[in-house]
Structures are given as structure tokens and as C-alpha cells.
Nanobody, 116 residues
Framework: QVQLVESGGGSVQPGGSLRLSCTAS????????LAWYRQAPGKQRELVAT???????NYADSMKGRFTISRNNAKNTVYLQMNSLKPEDTAVYYC??????????WGQGTQVTVSS
């Protein structure tokens, strides 16, 4: 079981930026597909962005051009840079690491609140 710890959440005004980080307990991320999901109150968890082990990225349509996912395998860390934040981006953001066999590992989540 891989432990994932997110950080970097908080409160920000509309138009602001935040950078989320997720660090794994073991040196395994180099072969894992990493992703960020989010879940707003009363809504289902949704995919935000993914990054494969070769660095290929994919984004949900509403995040394209505003969010950037990246990874540092040497630091066992995946990042989510979020710019031009909107109130509808308010949610708990979760880090996900999927092994080559399909096993999913989740972080505990970090709250992001966008409000004036």
C-alpha cells in the first residue's frame, strides 16, 4: 500500500492561484500513472488531470488552460498548479496513483476554497 500525502490547499479569491503537492511514501511513482481528482459538496468525484509515467498529460475540459499537472519522480511528488481559480473550483482535491496492474492508491484530500 502506497501512502500519499497532499498539501497546498487553502482559501483563495477568484482569479487567484494555488499549487497542490502530493508526495508518495515509496519510490514507486516512476512507473505509476498519477492523477488529481476533486469532489465538491453534493457532487461525485471527478477527474481533474492525469500524467503518465512518460509525462503525457490529460485534462478535464473545464481545467484546460488553467491547471497544469506535473511530476518529479526523484522527489516522489506530483503537483497541480491551479491558476485563474473560480468559485466552482471549490472542492476537496485528491491525489491518485495507479499502479501498472491497476491498483489505485488515494491521498486523504486537501480542501480548496475559492471565494471572495
Amino acid at each position: 500500500q502506497v501512502q500519499l500525502v497532499e498539501s497546498g490547499g487553502g482559501s483563495v479569491q477568484p482569479g487567484g492561484s494555488l499549487r497542490l503537492s502530493c508526495t508518495a511514501s515509496a519510490r514507486i511513482l516512476v512507473i505509476y500513472t498519477l492523477a488529481w481528482y476533486r469532489q465538491a459538496p453534493g457532487k461525485q468525484r471527478e477527474l481533474v488531470a492525469t500524467i503518465t509515467n512518460d509525462g503525457s498529460t490529460n485534462y478535464a475540459d473545464s481545467m484546460k488552460g488553467r491547471f497544469t499537472i506535473s511530476r518529479n519522480n526523484a522527489k516522489n511528488t506530483v503537483y497541480l498548479q491551479m491558476n485563474s481559480l473560480k468559485p466552482e473550483d471549490t472542492a476537496v482535491y485528491y491525489c491518485n496513483a495507479r499502479s501498472p496492474t491497476g491498483a489505485n492508491n488515494w491521498g486523504q484530500g486537501t480542501q480548496v476554497t475559492v471565494s471572495s
